[in-house]
């Protein structure tokens, strides 16, 4: 807006927004006459909204397929067990494979950004091993190295 100076000021409102399902980032949301005062009284200009996706340590968005990072244990990688992820869209079950490996992918249809060809969402696994801080801990591990005598890491 414009002051008694006619200096122009940036005034700070407040307004309701509704994200349409299945927006895509960098796509743009027209809010009609909600931009700034036109000139000489005249109507106000549009207001658009680019669409950003944050990233963050668990989830990240490519087009319209998301990654989700979950953890799982290593008697799940191992023995691949059904377990049950809270994933955006809600719980699902999920049969993770035998032999599981860190990082390793699986792909849940359709479950990624909705829109007209829905993307896909990707659990992106990430094993996690428990601390062996009591002896009871460290003599199970033991038994585990003690299990696989041939298994050499490097």
Same mark, same amino acid.
């Given at each position: ?14 307004? +309701?927004? $509704? ?7 960098? +796509? ?10 036109? #000139? ?8 658009? #909204? ?8 668990? #989830? ?12 799982? &244990? ?10 049950? #992820?809270?994933?955006?869209?809600? $719980? ?5 494979? $035998? ?34 801080? &009591?002896?009871?801990? +460290? ?16």
């Amino acid at each position: 807006t414009y002051n008694a100076y006619g200096e122009p000021e940036v005034q700070r409102k407040t307004l +309701q927004v $509704k994200i349409p399902k299945g927006m895509k980032e960098g +796509q743009q949301i027209r809010l009609s006459k909600q931009g700034q005062a036109g #000139i000489n009284g005249g109507e106000n200009g549009d207001l658009y #909204i680019e669409i950003l996706y944050q990233d963050t340590d668990r #989830i990240r968005v490519e087009g319209a397929d998301v990654y989700y990072t979950v953890d799982i &244990t290593p008697w799940e990688a191992a023995l691949g067990q059904s377990v049950e #992820i809270n994933t955006p869209a809600g $719980k699902v079950q999920v049969n993770i494979p $035998k032999n599981a490996k860190q990082n390793q992918q699986l792909r849940l249809k359709d479950k990624g950004i909705p829109n007209k060809t829905a993307g896909h969402l990707y659990l992106v696994l990430n094993i996690v091993y428990p601390k062996a801080d &009591t002896a009871q801990e +460290q003599q199970a591990y033991q038994d585990y190295a003690n299990a696989f005598p041939n298994f050499k890491a490097r």
